[in-house]
């Protein structure tokens, strides 16, 4: 079973506006509104691929409410802490430039950590947690360290995407993917990266590091992913860019909706770069039909 986790979830509301003054009243043009969190996204789209997931995290308060129906009428299956204060509204702003206003979120409890442990604490071998996203501010920052040790005690496999320190330390527990960007791994190892052939020793000192499989993806230009066994080389399809939001957690749930159903790393990767890039060009998350689309034109070279 795949569980993802979520600890500082959202209620994302998109406004659209012709214009936006300041000190005005201003009136949308069109608005929504969606669960948001990395976790969450990678959920929904495994959906997309009737992969079956669990959602784990923190919600609290009418906006946690909406976030536990709204998955729900999806299907998709939830086991959250419920916390005292309200999940937060994330505000984002569209007219000509898109702003966004990210509310900080509930305060968590040790005992509502306790809790999340307890519920991990559950899984065996034949699962798979995903870590995905910041830590809120009130919970410790080796959060995901401990998160991981508890997997790597019950030998259920993980993934992370998060950056920085919070990446580097769960490395030694050798996580069976990690998905930086260009730009997080050129943070990571203090230098700049802008092709796929930067990429790749850097990526081979991550594995080195532990990670079991990498995944670097670099916008328009590509994708690398890096094991002990192989190095790919994905050529993106091409389209017009509408949201960058979720992309890399689309690409998340790709690979491991084909890693669960194939075990096949190349296919896995396809299907990763395929749904990445058809969140792209939505102005929501990726359907199973455009990914599908999509693959024919995602070209991967093995490098020697």
């Given at each position: 079973m795949i569980y993802t986790l979520t600890l500082n979830p959202s209620v994302d509301y998109i406004v659209k506006l012709e214009s936006f003054q300041i000190g005005e009243l201003n009136r949308t043009v069109d608005e929504a509104k969606f669960p948001g969190g990395k976790g969450i996204n990678v959920s929904r789209v495994l959906n997309q691929f009737d992969t079956r997931s669990k959602?784990?995290?923190?919600?609290?308060?009418?906006?946690?409410?909406?976030?536990?129906h709204y998955l729900q009428k999806e299907m998709i299956d939830t086991d959250f802490v419920h916390v005292d204060e309200d999940t937060r509204i994330n505000v984002k702003l569209k007219t000509g430039q898109e702003s966004e206003i990210n509310a900080k979120g509930p305060k968590i409890t040790e005992q509502n950590f306790g809790l999340l442990q307890q519920k991990i604490m559950q899984l065996g071998p034949d699962d798979l947690l995903v870590l995905a996203g910041s830590i809120p501010s009130s919970l410790p920052k080796t959060t995901y360290e401990e998160l991981v040790k508890i997997?790597?005690?019950?030998?259920?496999?993980?993934?992370?995407?998060?950056?920085?320190?919070?990446?580097?330390?769960?490395?030694?527990?050798?996580?069976?993917?990690?998905?930086p960007n260009h730009h997080e791994l050129g943070e990571l190892f203090e230098t700049t990266i802008t092709t796929a052939e930067e990429v790749i020793p850097f990526g081979k000192k991550l594995v080195e590091m532990g990670a079991k499989n990498v995944?670097?993806?670099?916008?328009?230009?590509?994708?690398?992913?890096?094991?002990?066994?192989?190095?790919?080389?994905?050529?993106?399809?091409?389209?017009?860019?509408?949201?960058?939001?979720?992309?890399?957690?689309s690409m998340v749930a790709g690979f491991l909706a084909a890693f669960v159903e194939t075990s096949n790393i190349e296919e896995a990767f396809r299907y990763s770069v395929a749904s990445g890039s058809a969140t792209a060009f939505s102005l929501g998350l990726c359907t199973k039909e455009k990914v599908e689309e999509l693959l024919p034109h995602v070209h991967i070279k093995k490098i020697q």
């Open positions: 959602a784990l995290g923190f919600v609290g308060g009418f906006t946690g409410t909406y976030i536990e997997c790597s005690d019950s030998r259920a496999q993980f993934v992370v995407d998060a950056e920085g320190e919070l990446l580097k330390k769960v490395l030694p527990y050798q996580p069976l993917l990690i998905k995944i670097v993806s670099l916008a328009g230009a590509g994708a690398v992913l890096i094991n002990s066994q192989t190095t790919l080389l994905a050529e993106v399809p091409k389209g017009e860019v509408k949201n960058s939001v979720g992309a890399g957690d």
